[in-house]
Every structure is written in C-alpha cells, then in structure tokens.
C-alpha cells in the first residue's frame, strides 16, 4: 500500500519555542491531508483537515494560530505547535489520501510524539 | 454535526468465540464509512469499508441506514487479531472531505 511518512517520530521541546512536524507522501499525491491528536486512551481526535493549495479547515476547538498547517505540495503538509506549552504534549497523527473520493483509503503516518518540558 | 460511537472501550473474548464491535454514526447525508486497526506498536491502518462489501482476515461489517450503526463481526476471533478497532466516518464539507473517528474499541482475545 500507499506509504506515509511522519518526521520526527519524537521530539521534545522548550516550553514557548515552536515545533514543526512534517508528513509526506512518498509513492503517492496527496490530495487531502489530516492531522490527529492521539491521546492517552487511544482516542483520536480530528485536528484539521488541508487540502493541497488551500487553507487549511480547523476543527472547532482548535486554535488555527497555535497549531500552523501547511499542505504547500502533494507530497508534503506541515504542522507547526507555536509557543508550545506542556499541554500540548500529545501523539500527533498525520494521514492523506491520494483522492478526493471521500471513500478512498486513507494511508497513515506513524506519528510524532511531542513532549513539551 | 456528524459523530460516529463506539460505546464500547474495551472487548474481551475468547479465542474462537464471535466478536462484535459496536459502532453507531449520526450524519445527515450518505455515510461513507470505514473500520481502521491499531495493532501493537504499529500505525493505523484500514481494515475494510463498507463501499467494498467484502471480508477482510474474517471481518465483516454491514452498513445498517435504519439503525445508523455499522458493526464489525467475525465470528472466531483469533489471538492475532487482538488490536485497537476504529469506527470512522468520512463526510463532504465546504473544505473537502473529512474523516472522523470513534474513540475505539480494544479487541483482547484472550486462550
């Protein structure tokens, strides 16, 4: 199948400094991406949804200017944590599909764990 | 707004006994809709889709309208298929296609 690859798979960072996490296609184009948080309990939570050229579309309850997508080729979207906090400390999960038919598949990165000291 | 439950956090069975992982959905439109699996320290991955109609490692789910619900069965777990089952649901919006996950269930299949 189709490979997603998510960089890094750890990090951990300064409380107020940022932190960006990248997620690529690497044997398909991308149309849509999607980022999840993954918490403790296993549950994911929808963070945003990008399309490639566009702006990205937040969730409600997620703060479009704390956490930056960026979807600017159909390899590659990126998601930025501002001003980290330790809150913030999650498993972040990125995903694409290679159409735009909301049936297709959806191929899965294997995440970033972000530790926020 | 669309929501897709799955009431159940974790499911314990037997090897060789019938499993159903309940999953309810809650959208206006056509649902499209999907079961993912998490094994152990690997990332998630599709299981199967309803648009296929098909069985996948002897996994079976069928779309119910009336009842909103898309439940995941097989009928002999295996020891191997003790994982983290995801319900999702996948919707048009005004920013493109969007995909939406239950909170989960875990499978453990217990000799």
């Known amino acids: 199948g189709a490979v997603v690859s998510q960089h890094p798979s750890r990090v951990i960072c300064k409380s107020g400094t940022s932190v960006k996490i990248e997620c690529r296609s690497l044997?398909?184009?991308?149309?849509?991406m999607f980022w999840y948080r993954q918490f403790p309990k296993k549950s994911l939570m929808l963070m945003a949804t990008s399309n490639e050229g566009s702006k990205a579309t937040y969730e409600q309850g997620v703060e479009k200017d704390k956490f930056l997508i960026n979807h600017a080729s159909l390899t590659l979207s990126t998601l930025t944590v501002t001003s980290a906090h330790p809150e913030d400390s999650s498993f972040y999960i990125c995903?694409?599909?290679?159409?735009?038919?909301?049936?297709?598949?959806?191929?899965f990165g294997q995440g970033t764990r972000l530790t926020v000291v | 707004a669309q929501r897709v439950t799955q009431p159940e956090k974790l499911l314990s069975v037997f090897k060789g006994a019938p499993v159903e992982l309940k999953c309810n959905y809650s959208?206006?439109?056509?649902?499209?809709l999907f079961w993912y699996v998490q094994y152990s320290r690997q990332r998630l991955q599709l299981l199967l889709r309803?648009?296929s109609r098909e069985s996948i490692k002897g996994f079976t789910a069928d779309l119910n309208k009336g009842e909103t619900s898309f439940h995941l069965k097989k009928p002999f777990a295996q020891e191997e298929d003790s994982a983290m089952y995801y319900c999702a649901l996948s919707i048009l919006t005004g920013g493109g296609n969007k995909l939406t996950f239950g909170t989960g269930t875990q499978l453990k299949v217990e000799l």
């Open positions: 959208y206006s439109g056509s649902p499209e």
């Open positions: 309803h648009i």
């Open positions: 044997d398909f184009q991308a149309t849509t």
């Open positions: 995903s694409a599909r290679d159409q735009g038919d909301r049936a297709s598949e959806a191929f």
